[in-house]
């Protein structure tokens, strides 16, 4: 599951109201993306911003909140990037990761995202490394 308090009560009330979630993310396009653990093999929900593509499809970006590490959930989908699980809205699906690569795709998507959510871009900055664009898609 998530062991952080904070992400518990998101997931709970995203859960709880078929995808919507108030406070700080009242309007922000929210997922849970549900990965198997690297190491462990146990099963992580994570609250995550997306950005959907024309398609549809939610992007996300392993920022860790500007850290200059990426994010458990980055590591995790590396390890299975085929046995992901993604609530979307009151949706919910097998996916699996297909990581961003082509530069022209990478560099529009950030631009999105940013006008988006300009604090994006902070993070992105701080990191002070490349940022992994992670493309979920829908499986079966």
């Known amino acids: 599951m ?3 308090p ?23 396009p929210l997922l849970l993306l549900t990965t198997r653990g ?5 099963l992580r929900t ?4 997306y950005l ?3 398609d549809g499809r939610p992007h996300v970006f392993a920022l860790n909140g500007g850290a200059p590490v990426a994010p458990a959930w980055y590591h995790n989908l590396r390890a299975h990037p085929a046995s992901l699980r993604v609530e979307l809205g ?27 959510e300009p604090k994006f871009a902070a993070f992105r900055e ?7 664009v992670v493309r979920l898609e829908r499986r079966g």
Do not use: H, K
Request: charged fraction near 25%; proline fraction near 8%.
């Open 126 to 132: 701080r990191a002070g490394r490349p940022v992994p």
């Open 90 to 116: 009151g949706d919910a699906f097998p996916a699996r990761a297909v990581e961003v690569t082509d530069p022209a795709e990478y560099e529009e998507l950030w631009r999105r995202q940013t006008a988006a």
């Open 2 to 4: 998530n062991s952080n």
């Open 46 to 49: 994570t609250p995550l911003v």
């Open 52 to 54: 959907p593509d024309a």
């Open 38 to 42: 690297a190491r462990s093999g146990a």
């Open 6 to 28: 904070f992400n518990l009560r998101v997931i709970e009330e995203f859960r709880a109201n078929g995808g919507a979630v108030g406070g700080e993310f009242a309007g922000t």
